[in-house]
């Protein structure tokens, strides 16, 4: 499962020597993503698009959780009504449903890290710059401490879930 990293970066200069060092890490240079607003010169990097980013986790998050919420009301409902209908013992079902669901949702907004880019308008449209890392789960904690002792300047944005750890 992938995980994507998330720095901040002052000035492109120092995105070029963060980038390097990424790919001296065995980073893929598909899997660095450049964003910036416009005004800045990304052309010798993987430019990311904010429409890709988006949709990369935000639909699928939202079509998780929309998901979970549907059926939580539908379970809901035929809950209610099998109680007016006296049906105590099959309303049982429902209500195992509703329980399942709210767990679901307990475990999707604590246990799978996310991050939106909406979090770095400020720092984005003071000219900072954005890189997103995809790497897999189990280097994540040595890639970000590898970029903040060598990129002291690096401001660590976070970690969030790509949409290839629906598929593993």
């Known amino acids: 499962m992938n995980r994507r990293l998330y720095f901040l970066f002052p000035d492109i200069q120092h995105v070029t020597n963060a980038v390097d060092a990424l790919h001296r890490m065995s ?45 939580f009301f539908v379970a809901l409902l035929v809950f209610l009504l099998l109680l007016l209908l006296d049906l105590v013992l099959w309303a049982l079902m429902p209500l195992l449903i509703m329980i399942v669901t709210v767990g679901a949702g307990i475990v999707f907004t604590s246990r799978i890290p996310n991050v939106h880019l909406d979090q770095f308008s400020d720092a984005l449209r003071h000219g900072e710059i954005l890189v997103m890392v995809d790497v897999p789960k189990t280097r994540v904690d040595e890639i970000e401490h590898k970029i903040h002792s060598r990129h002291p300047e690096a401001a660590i944005g976070g970690v969030s879930w790509t949409r290839s750890a629906l598929h593993h």
């Open 27 to 71: 980073i893929d240079p598909e899997d660095v993503h450049v964003y910036a607003t416009s005004g800045v010169d990304l052309s010798t990097f993987h430019m990311a698009d904010r429409g890709v980013i988006l949709e990369a986790s935000g639909k699928s998050e939202r079509l998780l959780w929309n998901g979970n919420l549907a059926l």
